[in-house]
């Protein structure tokens, strides 16, 4: 088992680092290039989601990521102090967002359901957002090389 | 002008934004290779073993050489 | 203004880790491939005496290292809960190790004065260190070239 979080200021230049800190701690898993581009999407679209409409980009606010990898089992969590979510389920919904002005797909979460075997949303409005996202790396790559 | 970029490649001088580059075209080249190769997609360790390089590093260099086109242009172009 | 930090296990699996986190956030400064040679390096070294020398690789501990980047201005920060040092003097003359028998070259702290323009060293024995260094990029790789 091993554990790192990862903390920034809700800038969208830091989305690259975000993706890159937690793709090269669970590199250490030997992941397919596959599920290493699925789960870098996947901390992309989450990290957007924290700025982007949990923080409304306020730069001066934190996201919390943190990520534990036990043998082939990826856990990842992305946490912001923002707006927070009403109706999740209208949320987790294919093409629903709340910013189409933005241009925004209304996809992130439908990608990351896609991607991920597992994930969990909770959020308390005017308190902020949790997601949590779990993988398990295919056996080829995990134990097979 | 070929000399003279490998003399600041080599000098270290050169600007990040710039050597990542070709470190991820590497990265990418050896990628379709192990792919041909094995026929599966490599993984990480794989392609890191090749390079010479550690897998953060590998994962460093593919991600990078993105960001870092978009710093380029902005400074340079 | 952008600033980030990180923690993780204190295992040595990690030092890539985190040597790359800090390549990637102040990658963004662009600063030339020599530059970011030394950060790492300096990272490298400092997160592994945290781990070999503050906690004595008990791998149930925590690393911390934040860095904050504004305009050519880096500055890092490792922090560890472990040991401490008893005498800060001595630990930074070059060639000084308290673990000969692990091989350890006694360059570290010396290393890290080297690449950076500033090192700042506090501890308190049975509370931990916290190593500051800082380094302001150079104006050629900042605006020439
Ligand atoms: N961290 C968050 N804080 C507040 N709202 C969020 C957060 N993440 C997602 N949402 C809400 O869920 C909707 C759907 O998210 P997503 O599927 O990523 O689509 P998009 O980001 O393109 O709008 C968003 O439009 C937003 O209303
Ligand atoms: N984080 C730390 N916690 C406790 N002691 C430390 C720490 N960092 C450095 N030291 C002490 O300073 C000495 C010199 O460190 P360094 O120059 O890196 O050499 P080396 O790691 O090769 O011993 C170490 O041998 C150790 O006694
Ligand atoms: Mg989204
Ligand atoms: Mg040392």
């Known amino acids: 088992m091993n554990r790192m979080s990862i903390s920034f200021s809700a800038k969208s230049e830091n989305e690259s680092f975000a993706r890159v800190a937690v793709a090269a701690f669970v590199s250490q898993l030997d992941p397919s290039m596959n599920e290493l581009t699925e789960i870098k999407t996947v901390v992309s679209e989450a990290v957007t989601n924290a700025i982007i409409h949990g923080y409304e980009e306020n730069a001066e606010s934190i996201v919390y990521v943190s990520c534990e990898i036990d043998e082939g089992n990826i856990s990842i969590t992305v946490e912001d102090e923002g707006v927070g979510i009403a109706n999740i389920e209208e949320a987790r919904q294919p093409l629903y967002t709340s910013k189409p002005e933005l241009e925004r797909s209304g996809m992130g979460l439908t990608i990351m359901e896609n991607f991920m075997d597992h994930v969990e949303i909770s959020s308390v409005v005017g308190e902020g957002t949790r997601l949590m996202v779990m993988k398990k790396l295919s056996k080829a790559s995990a134990f097979c090389q | ?77």
């Open chain 2, 1 to 77: 002008i070929g000399e003279i970029q490998r003399f600041l490649r080599d000098d270290g001088a050169v600007k990040v934004s710039r050597s990542i580059k070709e470190l991820s075209n590497q990265v990418r080249k050896t990628s379709e290779q192990l792919m041909k190769e094995l026929g599966r997609v490599p993984t990480v360790k794989e392609i890191a073993s090749f390079l010479e390089l550690s897998p953060e590093e590998v994962v460093f260099a593919q991600d990078a050489s993105r960001q870092l086109a978009s710093i380029h242009e902005t400074i340079y172009e």
